[in-house]
């Protein structure tokens, strides 16, 4: 299935990431996707100035304000400058490019809103056990308030249309963005798809991401928007 490359937006929230942002954005542009929106989200290295490098936009937020903040102002500057389709992926290089083009595919057979790849629906993926364990956790917390159950709710690559582009206001500013995307687009009426991705964890992508004390943080603040706001 055929895919215009010229109307996603590759939207990549980054902290910190000046190791191993080059290889990142390489892998991304050789697979001819140009158009890519880089939130460096206050970070204290040189991830700005090694992006700078690979010809892309750069949005920067003077202070670290999480990675749901840094998401929403990816999918903000989506919705401003028309893109059609958003693709939201880790900077730590655990997701691999080429599978864009699944997620894509997905979408189009099914007409989702939103397409989310599954870690868990590839046995080869050599996931970490505390990442699983912690997975199952977040599945059962998030969950509790969907209609529909979904397999891999921590998973950070995901497709967007236009429509989840325009809908989409995320409040929570750390990972429970994960969790209250998937809440939220319910609400919405949007409808979500899993697909199968492979990913690529390493000593330095596994220091990354989200642990147990992220995720007490992550259920507090989905249970707060949830009952007071």
């Avoid at 929106?37 to 202070?63: E, M, R």
């Avoid at 997620?103 to 050599?126: H, P, Q, S, V």
């Avoid at 709710?153 to 249309?161: A, D, E, H, Y």
Wanted: charged share 25%; aromatic share 10%.
């Amino acid at each position: 299935m055929s895919i215009n490359k010229s109307k996603i937006l590759i939207i990549l929230p980054a902290y910190n990431e000046a190791s191993v942002i080059g290889n990142v954005l390489f892998d991304i542009q050789i697979e001819g996707y140009s158009n890519i929106c880089l939130v460096d989200d206050g970070s204290s290295d040189n991830t700005s100035d090694i992006a700078q490098k690979y010809d892309v936009n750069i949005l920067t937020h003077p202070l670290n304000r999480g990675a749901g903040a840094a998401t929403q102002t990816g999918i903000t500057y989506a919705k401003i400058q028309n893109f059609q389709y958003a693709i939201l992926m880790d900077s730590d290089g655990q997701h691999i490019p080429k599978d864009i083009e699944s997620l894509y595919t997905k979408m189009e057979e099914t007409d989702a809103d939103i397409i989310i790849g599954n870690r868990f629906f590839i046995t080869e993926n050599d996931v970490p056990k505390h990442r699983i364990a912690y997975n199952q956790i977040a599945n059962i917390f998030t969950n509790v308030f969907c209609e529909k159950k979904y397999a891999d709710t921590q998973s950070g690559f995901r497709l967007l249309n236009r429509k989840a582009i325009e809908l989409l206001n995320l409040k929570t500013r750390g990972f429970g963005f994960c969790s209250e995307m998937i809440i939220e687009s319910e609400k919405l009426n949007l409808r979500i798809e899993e697909t199968p991705i492979r990913v690529l964890y390493t000593k330095y992508s596994l220091n990354k991401g989200q642990n147990l004390r992220e995720g007490a943080r992550t259920a507090r603040s989905i249970l707060w928007r949830i009952f007071f706001d």
